[in-house]
């Protein structure tokens, strides 16, 4: 079975290099510019270890307590191999601390408390040595303004980027957003990538521009984006989340 799924997870990871590659070339870019994010959430460690062993170094998800002991068990696993971990979905203050603990990046801060309770988790974890450098975030940023979906509105993003500069814990990496329903793809990455351009002129650490999961990612990569978080593209259907 692992060599089955080995074979499954190499072809989907081709189909999705070739679409990167295809849609880079539309746009005048290069391939290097774009990291792919396995998100794999719901999905085993297992999946993650084969991914890494196939060149895959980066990891994308969205619930603490699956995260944390599936990152547990591919640095067991792979102990020489150099993994990042990042943290994409909506999250409680009251879990900083431990996503502190396994994720190398946090895509989806959305409010100056959020970004103070990171602060504070990463301080400590300083502290106690278990962390050697400050923690990397992006905002996420909304663009319908709905507010069960996650995001700081667009209205607010060079708020939050200021506050999340003035700290000493965090390094501002740049922002993410998911294209909603209702509006048009290219639409939604175009205003995305705008406003990310305005917290980039004063933050120039924000150079990350993440956007485009599976079924748009080619359209992201038209409009900069230059990280695309890709699950069923890349891993087919949800499978069970690992213990």
Known sequence: MTEERRAQLEAGLADVREQ?????????????EVKLLAVTKTFPASDAILLA????????????????????????ALPDTPVRW?????????????????????QSVDSPRLAAALAKAA???????????????????SLDGDPERGGVPLSGLLELADEIGRSGELILRGVMGVAPLSMD????????SKAADRV?????TAVEL????????????????TCVRVGTGLLGYRGLASP
């Open 210 to 225: 993440s956007a485009g999961m599976s079924g748009d990612l080619a359209v992201a990569i038209g409009q900069g984006s």
């Open 20 to 32: 990167i590659a295809d849609a880079c070339r539309a746009a005048g870019r290069s391939p290097d």
């Open 53 to 76: 062993g196939l060149g895959v170094t980066d990891f994308a998800e969205n619930r603490d307590q699956e995260a944390a002991p599936k990152a547990a068990e591919v640095a067991l």
């Open 185 to 192: 793809p290219r639409a939604a990455f175009e205003l995305l």
């Open 123 to 141: 301080a400590g974890a300083r502290t106690r040595g278990s962390r050697t450098e400050p923690l990397s975030v992006l905002i996420q940023a």
């Open 86 to 106: 990042h943290m994409v979905g909506r999250m409680q203050r009251n879990k900083a601390r431990s996503i502190v603990g396994w994720a190398d990046e946090v």
């Open 200 to 204: 980039r002129s004063d933050h120039p």
